[in-house]
């Protein structure tokens, strides 16, 4: 296993710090008991993108700990491990899109929110709901809702918000291309 960098070190404590204020103070209420609209997992997105998986399944995990932990008193373990793993799954699609490149286009828009939708899918949709009754013995038809309603909003913003968030990043960037010799 390779060194982690300062930079991404530094990039983990910042996310997972920025997560846990997302997950905090910008949720949305579904309806469903514990359960919200978080738009903590657009910027978890954008983190495993650009910094990779390590930081994206550390931020994710990290930042869920500590949201949980302040808000909730206790930390819900099986939704943890959740946003551990769709930090890492979707920071693994990373060279696929080559954000730092400056360029994203069509292709690799489609690629991030395929890969994205089928990562959250699994975790909420699977994941989370069999280790909550593995777990915490609760109820499977609670839990499968919880998952899925979290799922799909989740599907939703970071297809939308996270989409939005790439596209202004790899604007920022230089494209490899973009310079000539006069």
């Given at each position: 296993m390779g060194k982690i960098s300062i930079k991404t070190i530094v990039?983990?404590?910042?996310?997972?710090?920025?997560?846990?204020?997302?997950?905090r103070f910008v949720a949305l209420p579904t309806g469903i008991p514990n359960t919200t609209i978080q738009t903590a997992y657009a910027f978890l997105a954008l983190m495993a993108v650009v910094f990779g998986?390590?930081?994206?399944?550390?931020?994710g995990f990290?930042?869920?700990?500590?949201?949980?932990?302040t808000a909730?008193?206790?930390v819900w373990w099986s939704w943890v491990f959740v946003s551990l793993f769709i930090g890492f799954f979707i920071g693994?699609?990373?060279?696929?899109?080559?954000?730092d490149s400056g360029i994203l286009g069509a292709k690799q828009i489609i690629t991030f929110?395929?890969?994205?939708a089928i990562?959250?899918?699994?975790?909420?949709?699977?994941?989370?709901?069999a280790l909550d009754v593995l777990i915490y013995a609760e109820p499977a038809n609670k839990v499968?809702?919880?998952?899925?309603?979290?799922?799909?909003?989740?599907?939703?913003?970071?297809?939308?918000?996270?989409?939005?968030?790439?596209?202004?990043?790899?604007?920022t960037r230089s494209q490899s291309n973009s310079l000539s010799k006069e």
């Open positions: 990039a983990i404590g910042i996310g997972a710090a920025v997560f846990v204020i997302l997950a998986p390590i930081a994206g399944g550390l931020i990290i930042g869920h700990t500590l949201t949980d932990a909730y008193g206790s693994l699609v990373a060279n696929k899109i080559n954000i929110n395929i890969i994205q990562v959250q899918a699994i975790g909420w949709g699977l994941l989370a709901p499968f809702v919880q998952g899925a309603v979290a799922g799909i909003s989740n599907i939703i913003t970071v297809g939308v918000i996270g989409t939005i968030l790439l596209i202004a990043y790899a604007k």
